[in-house]
C-alpha cells in the first residue's frame, strides 16, 4: 500500500462506503413514508400518519449524515482524481452538477416542509411534500448512477483535440443503455433496504411488548414490500444488469463467475475458490449449463472465458470480485427466503406471535447493507482496470502531485472524523427508537 494509487483507490472506497449506508436507506424509506402518507391521507387512520412522521424522524437522520459525508466524495475528484476530472469534467459534471441544483434542493426543501409542516400544512399538501422528497431522492440516485454507467459504458462523448473527453450528445448521456437496469436495480436495493429496517424494528418493538400496534404495522409494511423488492431485486433488474455485463463487459461477467476456460454449456459455480495459480475454481459446486442459459437464454451457449481475453484486460482483483458477487448474490437468496418465510407465516395468521420469525426479521437487518457494499464493489471491481471503460485506465486518473503519504494521513483523518460521525449516528437513531412512534407524533408541531 505503499503506492499512491492504490491509496487514492483506498481512500475513495472507503469514503464512498461510508457515505452510501445513508442513502441507501433514505431512497428506500423515502418511498415507505410516501406510501404510508396516502394510506393516511386516502383512510384517515392515525396510525399510518404516526408511522409517516417517525420515520421522517429516523429519515431525517440518515438525510443529514449523507450530506456530511457525500460532499467531501465530491472534493475528492478534484484533491485525488486531478487526471480524471480533468479527463472527464466536461461529461460528469454535467449529470453531478443536475444531481445537487435539481435533486439534493428538490429533497432537501420539501423534507423541511415534511418535518415541520405537518401541523402548519393541510394534509394534502403534506403528503406532496412526502412525494416532493420521494422524486427528489429517486432523481437524485438517478443523475449519480447515470455518471456512474457513463463510466461503466461510455456514451455520448467525442475526444477533443488534446484528447480531453467532450460531451456530445446529452440525450445519449441520458439515455445510455446501462442506466436504467443498474437504476432499476440499485433502487430497488434500496426499497428492500428499507423494508428489511421497517420490518427489523417492528419486531423489536413486538418482542419487546412495546408500540405493539406500530410494531405490527412496521412488520406488515416491511415484509409486503421487503418481498416484493426482493424479488425484483434478484429478477428482472438483477438478471438484466448481468445481461448489460455480457454484452459489453464480457471479461468482467467471466471473473464474476470463476469461469476461465471458454465452453459451451457452461456451468454456474454455486461456491468454490479461485486459485489464480493454476487458473481454476478449487472445490466448485456447479448447476450444468446454468450460466450459459442465464446470460444468453440458450442452454448450449457459448461463454467466453478468462483465459480467452488478453490478461491487460482483467479486472485486477478477481478474487476480491470474485467473493464479492457471490456473496451479495448468497444474501440476496437468504433475504427473499427470510421475506417468503415471513409472508407465509404472515398468510396463516401466525407471524407476529411467532418469536422465531420476530428474531429473524429483527437479525437479518444489516444483511441488505452488507449485500449492497458488495454489489458496489463487483460494479466497480469489474471495470477494472479501467476508471473509463476501454477510454481511460485507472493508473492514468490520480492527482500526481499528492503523494502516498499524504493519502495516508488524510485518510487516517477522515477515518478518525467518521468513527466520531457513526458515534452521533448511532446516538440519534438510538434516541428515536427509544421515543418510539408515537411519541415522535406528538412531537411534531
Known amino acids: 500500500m505503499d503506492s499512491a494509487l492504490a491509496i487514492h483507490r483506498l481512500h475513495f472506497a472507503f469514503t464512498a462506503t461510508f457515505h452510501y449506508i445513508f442513502p441507501q436507506l433514505t431512497m428506500g424509506l423515502a418511498l415507505l413514508i410516501f406510501v404510508l402518507k396516502t394510506l393516511a391521507l386516502r383512510t384517515g387512520k392515525a396510525e399510518y400518519d404516526q408511522a409517516a412522521v417517525f ?4 429519515f431525517s437522520v440518515n438525510f443529514a449524515l449523507g450530506v456530511v459525508t ?18 472527464a469534467g466536461a461529461v460528469i459534471g454535467q449529470t453531478l452538477a443536475m444531481e445537487g441544483v435539481f435533486s439534493f434542493f428538490l429533497e432537501s426543501t420539501f423534507l423541511g416542509l415534511l418535518v415541520y409542516g405537518r401541523n402548519r400544512l393541510s ?21 449519480i448512477i447515470a455518471t456512474d454507467a457513463w463510466m ?73 414490500t421487503g418481498l416484493v423488492a426482493t424479488l425484483l431485486m434478484i429478477f428482472p433488474t438483477g438478471d438484466r444488469q448481468g445481461k448489460m455485463a455480457t454484452d459489453f463487459q464480457p471479461v468482467t461477467l467471466a471473473a464474476m463467475e470463476g469461469q476461465f476456460d471458454t465452453m459451451r454449456g457452461a456451468p454456474i459455480a454455486l461456491v468454490g475458490q479461485p486459485d489464480m495459480e493454476r487458473l481454476e475454481l478449487d ?63 404472515w398468510w396463516r395468521g401466525m407471524l407476529f406471535t411467532h418469536r422465531t420469525a420476530m428474531w429473524a426479521l429483527m437479525l437479518v437487518f444489516p444483511f441488505p447493507y452488507i449485500a449492497t457494499t458488495f454489489g458496489w464493489m463487483t460494479a466497480e471491481l469489474g471495470r477494472q482496470p479501467w476508471l473509463i471503460y476501454g477510454l481511460m485506465r485507472t493508473a ?7 503523494s502516498a503519504g499524504n493519502g495516508i494521513f488524510t485518510l487516517l483523518g477522515f477515518m478518525g472524523l467518521y468513527a466520531l460521525l457513526a458515534l452521533l449516528f448511532v446516538f440519534l437513531v438510538y434516541r428515536e427508537v427509544e421515543r418510539g412512534p408515537v411519541e415522535a407524533s406528538a412531537g411534531v408541531h
Do not use: C
Request: without cysteine; charged residues 10%; positive net charge.
Open 396 to 402: 492514468q486518473g490520480p492527482s500526481t502531485s499528492v
Open 123 to 143: 394534509p394534502g399538501l403534506h403528503w406532496f411534500s412526502s412525494l416532493m422528497v420521494f422524486v427528489g431522492s429517486w432523481l437524485s440516485g438517478f443523475f
Open 283 to 345: 472445490n466448485p459446486i456447479n448447476v450444468p449449463r446454468a450460466l450459459s442459459f442465464l446470460t444468453h437464454q440458450r442452454w448450449t451457449a457459448e461463454v467466453k472465458g478468462l483465459k480467452d481475453f488478453p490478461r491487460e484486460q482483467w479486472p485486477d482483483s478477481i478474487p476480491l470480485l470474485y467473493y464479492s458477487y457471490h456473496i451479495m448474490v448468497g444474501l440476496g437468496t437468504v433475504m427473499l427466503a427470510v421475506m417468503a418465510a415471513s409472508a407465509l407465516l
Open 55 to 58: 420515520w421522517t424522524r429516523i
Open 70 to 87: 457525500g460532499i467531501p466524495m465530491e472534493f475528492q475528484f478534484g484533491t485525488n482524481w486531478a487526471g480524471f476530472s480533468k479527463a
Open 152 to 224: 461503466q459504458h461510455p456514451v455520448g462523448f467525442k475526444l477533443g483535440p488534446k484528447g480531453e473527453i467532450l460531451l456530445d450528445s446529452f440525450g445519449t448521456l441520458l439515455g445510455n443503455p446501462w442506466i436504467y437496469w443498474q437504476y432499476a436495480h440499485n433502487m430497488t436495493a434500496s426499497v428492500v433496504t428499507a423494508s428489511f429496517v421497517m420490518a427489523a424494528l417492528g419486531a423489536f418493538y413486538l418482542l419487546k411488548g412495546e408500540h405493539e400496534a406500530q410494531g405490527r404495522l412496521f412488520v406488515k409494511t416491511g415484509v409486503a
